[in-house]
């Protein structure tokens, strides 16, 4: 029973192209996040909601918008896909509290052509 | 600014041996450390932590030491195993702050050979 599950794991598609990366825990966390793994294989926050509330928004191009229906998902739309956004994009959830640790899923690998 | 380095890209031991896996951090902010284990085509998962409190976390065969002075930190292993064969990031974080605003570093291959 996967804790944090993202679809899809492989999305191949053309520039200029509108895509959606989903997420979903089932944890019963309260936060969750997007991260992004570039090809110096750096784990770089994008974005974190807590209770569907948008608490983190790092330095990311507004082609990327977040979205959190309930506090158990958040997907990852990106408009206008360009080369650059070729990476692998993981999901991430965590309780508040002392030491907190971070789930992920197992990624989405994105390759923008 | 790279706040957190590990600067061993990858590590080859010999099955049964120890390794040890380094992190440095610059930021004097932070103050709980943990490490992450990761395969391929899966995401990472929580290996263990230390709190800044301390100087020692261990954990059956796992082991995390911590050097404030140094900012310094290491994880070691024993005895290493094929299945530890995986990339280990060091994350670093102050406590009280949301987990996202840990700061990763960009993680240590490990390969255990039989």
């Known amino acids: 029973d996967t804790a944090v599950s993202q679809t899809p794991k492989y999305l191949v598609t053309q520039m200029g192209n509108d895509k959606s990366i989903k997420c979903e825990q089932n944890?019963?966390?309260?936060?969750m996040y997007w991260y992004k793994q570039d090809s110096k294989k750096f784990l770089k926050i994008m974005f974190s909601?807590?209770?569907?509330?948008?608490?983190i928004n790092e330095t990311v191009p507004n082609r990327f918008s977040p979205k959190s229906p309930d506090k158990a998902h958040l997907n990852l739309h990106i408009n206008s896909l360009e080369l650059g956004d070729s990476a692998v994009y993981f999901c991430a959830s965590s309780q508040a509290g002392i030491g907190e640790k971070l789930f992920f899923g197992s990624g989405t690998q994105l390759s923008v052509l | 600014d790279q706040q957190v380095k590990q600067n061993s890209p990858s590590l080859s031991v010999q099955e049964g041996r120890i390794s040890i896996l380094n992190c440095d951090y610059t930021?004097?902010?932070?103050?709980?450390f943990l490490w992450y284990k990761k395969y391929p085509a899966e995401g990472p998962t929580f290996l263990i932590s230390?709190?800044?409190?301390?100087d020692k976390n261990e954990d059956g065969r796992f082991t995390v030491f911590l050097n404030k002075s140094a900012k310094h930190l290491s994880l070691h292993i024993v005895p290493s195993q094929p299945g530890d064969s995986a990339v280990y990031f060091c994350?670093?974080?102050?406590?009280?702050?949301?987990?996202?605003?840990?700061?990763f570093g960009d993680g240590t291959t490990l390969t255990v050979k039989p």
């Open positions: 994350a670093a974080a102050t406590s009280g702050t949301n987990a996202g605003k840990s700061t």
């Open positions: 909601y807590n209770n569907k509330e948008l608490i």
């Open positions: 944890l019963g966390h309260d936060t």
């Open positions: 930021n004097s902010m932070f103050d709980y």
């Open positions: 230390i709190s800044s409190i301390k």
